[in-house]
């Protein structure tokens, strides 16, 4: 879902005028943790499906995956967005935390947007780091709830969390993509010399 915040947040401040100046010049405090988050999540993604040892161990890996992301984003609290997508990737944490390391997710808005098979899918326990919503469920309402279908790009579920943290990716992108020009409206001129 963080794509989505990306794609858009880019497209509008084009159209504000932004640029990519502020994303080439971005440092972030420990900015090497983010892709190799994205890879171990990937991985699991993609594998754990026909890797026993990585099925056993992908609740728990998701949890630290969590964990360390909360980790970087904190440390770079100070950029505009970065607290609001803290606040959604928290959401998402403690819902996660407290189900056993997996999203639960709506069966009835899987099976609106999604179809049968995907519902089938969570019934098995096989889908990713998600699993089926059930009576046993802590906290469902913070799980993937929310469908989203056409006229949406991508037909998928979606959780309070994941709303919350592409306000702050978004926010975060117009931050950087209009830094450079809300920096040389500041500067000041030089006629009449």
Known sequence: MVYDGIILGILIGLFRGGNFKGIATLKLKGGWI??????????????????????????????????????????????PGMKTIFAGVLLNFIVIALNGGRMPVSLEATQAVLGQEYVELLKTGLYGKHTAITNDTIFPFLGDIIPLAPPYPRAKVISIGDVVMNIGVFLFIQYLMMKEKQTNSLQPTHEGR
């Open 34 to 79: 983010f892709p190799i988050l994205l890879l171990v999540q990937w991985i699991f993604f993609l594998l754990q499906d026909r890797i026993a040892i990585l099925a056993n161990i992908s609740n728990i890996t998701f949890i630290v995956v969590y964990i360390v992301g909360l980790t970087f984003i904190w440390l770079n609290r100070h950029y």
